[in-house]
């Protein structure tokens, strides 16, 4: 047993990523999978405890990283990992009431949520602090849970990318994109058309765009900024209509399937590349204009900084990554579709690891999405006609399929067994980055609270599946 | 650099006319499917087309379409498009569950206006300043976004006297996303309860009227009208901005005259 997780930590501390630790009932047994990613690809440590096993040494005291995978595990499945430092309730729904236990004399909770003001996806933070600090936060992510892994094992492999559609539904394209990878894997399907591969970037790309706006919304209302606000409002609702147009849903469903996409765009290459072109030059000269902005940026700079080093150990993922200097961009180390064709640019260089250096590294991506967005739609208008689509059947199998969406990248591990899903683990960028949230409170104050969580930019839904 | 005022007037009125004037985002928007013909059918087949059982006989003979269980997968239009079909339009919200099934099985135009004319002589009262509280009960978080959305210039329903509250006791509409997770019943319920009277509840999306692909969940009731009475079911995976807004207007018996229609009158006369 330890063995399995020397090999992990000796992996990490090699340079892989620990991307994830996932179980698998197998008969009577309880199957425990780590994921490690490196440049290239994502491997599998697996073992296989004792039939009737009620608990393990746990992994988290030895690789920090594990904390919520083993607190999803016991939720989950009812194994105990022992030594774990707080066993509560992760994924589960459990207690409504406000704990009464507070770090230190002087604290009071404040439960902020789940239902919040203005609308957002509800989550529970309990706020500890004396008045104006926040010296210590938890987060309660269950009250969302809708049992999403369950139901996929009621799906056709096939039928299963529905369903990863809605897991995270800001992050639709990048799902499909990350369940169909899995199954293409698993099939042994040949690589995708050259158009269908592009239009795919296209739809990914344009979600990125969609995402990283919605974040400069959100940080420009909490600012208070409200011409910002509703420029970056018109900006983003002008993008959802393109892709409303392009395949019919506003968040890009229905066009990422197994083996390929179901569509070609429902609007020309050319015209695609003129709206492009205008949303650029708008959404460029109005980003310039925030980030020259100085009551604004007076509230990002040194608000919510996570660490160099601990974004590194942790492996955090997607911009929250990027900003404290961790790049790992499965674009760029683990591409795929049309992105080892095209070119991906300049990457983010930042390192402040504060909200303002989240909101930078954003922008870079917009600059990036808006490079690789006119390469595909070049490419797309000049590719020759053919299938969109290769025969992708899936059988029996295992494989993991990722994607990078907006907010980081985007795991799934799927087990099929005759055409049926009989596991499927989507592990979003979500689930791996939140956790962070409670190390990034030094020295800032309740008022800073929006800044900080509009800056990590997670969505709820992808949490507690 | 321009300073924000200007830049903020740059692209002129970019606010819909909609609902005094007309939108063609609006009108031309792909809504639920509908049945475009009665052609030669096998039942089984047909049932088998939808991933969550939105399909299914019509008493009398023929087929039915549940919109409030459709999640716009297009499966059966391009399977079967002698049968089913796209519909035109954001006006999908419906006063009642089973009027979201077409063609319509149940409703009688009396019982429907009954119903419109209850609601309206409860939210009489709230026509000139309505405040929304919103509560996510487990949706995919697409549905925050398109309501959120109605904040944005485009959409601006404070020119309509529409605003978002943090506080239910200040609310006059709930609006309810997601499949109805266990987690969130109670806050729910809770939130439904501080509200004060007249209160009317819009379950936004296809999540919230059936559960969607996550209707069978053991994590789920099946939609949020397990947990709290709904006025307006509003389907669509998920619904866009304007069917929203069109559904908040619906509630409140404010549509102009001409575009009270709900749904299915809407459909009617159009292919």
Redesign the interface.
């Known amino acids: 047993m330890t063995g399995l997780w020397d090999q992990v930590v000796d992996m990490v501390a090699a340079g892989r990523r620990f991307a994830g630790l996932m179980g698998t009932q197998c008969g009577d047994a309880l199957q425990l999978s780590a994921h490690l990613a490196s440049a290239g690809e994502i491997s599998t440590c697996e073992l296989l405890l004792p039939p009737g096993a009620t608990s393990y040494p746990a992994l988290t005291p030895l690789l920090g990283s594990a904390f919520w995978y083993e607190r999803e595990l016991h939720d989950l499945f009812g194994i105990v990992p022992d030594g774990h430092p707080r066993l509560e309730p992760l994924i589960l ?1 459990g207690e ?1 009431s406000v704990p009464r236990h507070v770090l230190a004399p002087g604290l009071f909770t404040i439960s902020h949520g ?9 989550i529970e933070y309990l706020i500890q602090t004396p008045g104006e600090d926040i010296p210590h936060l938890n987060v309660r992510v ?7 892994e ?2 996929f094992e ?2 056709a492999a096939a ?1 299963g990318v ?2 990863a559609e ?5 992050a ?1 394209v990048a799902h499909a994109l990350a369940y169909s990878h899995a199954a293409e894997r698993i099939a042994g399907a040949a690589e995708v058309p050259w158009r269908a591969a592009l239009i795919r970037v296209l739809h990914a790309e344009l979600e990125r765009l969609v995402a990283h706006l ?1 974040v400069a ?1 959100r940080l420009c209302d909490a600012a208070g ?4 606000t ?2 970056f ?2 900006h ?2 002008r993008l ?2 393109l892709v ?1 147009q392009m395949c ?4 890009g ?2 066009v990422v399937v197994p083996g390929g996409v ?1 569509a070609m765009p429902m609007v020309g290459a050319a015209d695609v590349l003129t709206e492009l072109g205008r949303m650029e030059r708008a959404i460029t000269a ?1 980003a ?2 925030a980030m ?2 100085a009551s604004f940026l007076d509230r990002l700079r040194n608000t919510g900084p996570l660490r160099p080093e601990r974004a590194a150990e942790h492996g955090a993922l997607g911009p929250v990554g990027k900003a404290s200097g961790y790049r790992d961009d499965a674009r760029a180390t683990r591409p795929y579709d049309a992105y080892p064709a095209l070119g991906l640019g300049e990457p983010p260089e930042h390192q402040a690891g504060d909200a303002l250096a989240r909101l930078r590294v954003r922008w870079d991506e917009v600059r990036q999405s808006f490079h690789l967005l006119r390469q595909a739609a070049d490419e797309l208008a000049d590719a020759a006609d053919g299938p969109l689509r290769v025969s992708c059947a899936v059988e029996s199998g295992r494989a993991v399929g990722w994607a990078e969406a907006a907010h980081g990248e985007v795991l799934y591990d799927l087990c099929a067994q005759a055409g049926q899903i009989t596991r499927c683990r989507p592990r979003s960028a979500s689930f791996h980055n939140l956790v962070l949230f409670h190390e990034v409170f030094a020295g800032d104050i309740l008022t800073d609270f929006p800044f900080i969580e509009a800056s990590f930019g997670l ?4 949490v ?1 599946l | ?2 300073p ?2 200007l ?2 007037l740059r ?1 002129g009125v ?1 606010t819909t006319s909609w609902p005094a004037g007309s939108d063609p ?1 609006f009108d031309d928007w ?1 809504g639920p499917v509908t049945i475009v013909g009665q052609g030669p059918q096998d039942h089984a087949d047909l049932a088998a087309i939808c ?1 969550t059982g939105a399909i299914a006989d019509r008493p009398g003979g023929g087929v039915a379409v549940d919109r409030g269980r459709c ?4 499966r059966c239009v391009r399977e079967r498009p002698d049968l089913f079909g796209w519909s035109r339009g954001a006006a999908t919200a419906d006063l009642t569950r089973a009027g979201l099934v077409v063609p319509e099985i149940t409703e009688t135009s009396d019982s429907l206006a009954a119903v419109r004319a209850a609601l309206a002589a409860r939210t009489r009262a709230l026509r000139r300043s309505v405040h929304v509280r ?16 109605l ?4 959409y601006d329903i404070a020119r309509l006297g529409m605003f ?1 509250t ?1 506080s ?1 006791r200040h609310a006059d509409v709930l609006l309810a996303t ?2 109805g ?4 019943a ?2 729910l319920r809770r ?1 439904y309860d501080g509200m004060p009277e007249p209160k009317i509840v819009i379950a936004v999306g296809t ?1 919230a009227v059936s559960g ?3 209707a ?5 009731s099946g939609g949020i009208g397990a947990v709290v009475p709904v006025d307006l079911w509003v389907p669509g ?2 619904p ?1 901005p304007f069917a929203i807004l069109h559904a908040l207007l619906a509630a409140l018996g404010k549509l102009p005259a001409g575009r009270e229609a709900a749904g299915r009158e809407a459909e009617s006369g159009r292919p």
């Open positions: 729904p409504h789940p239902v919040r003001s203005g609308v957002t996806e509800s269950f009250y969302k849970h809708r049992g999403i369950k139901r009621d799906l039928d529905l369903l809605r897991v995270e539904g800001v639709s919605d919304v900024l409200a011409a910002a509703a420029r409002g018109v983003k609702e959802m209509r409303g019919g849903s506003r968040f469903r229905g179901s109005d310039k204009a020259g902005t969505p709820v839904a992808g507690a | 650099m321009i924000w005022v830049r903020g692209d970019v985002y792909r991933p999640i716009l997968c297009a919103h509560v996510d009960c487990g949706s995919d978080g697409s549905d925050e976004q398109e309501i959120a959305a904040l944005n210039p485009v978002f943090a239910p997601g499949a997770a266990h987690g969130m109670e806050p939130t999540d969607g692909l996550l069978g969940s053991y994590a789920t995976s998920p866009p």
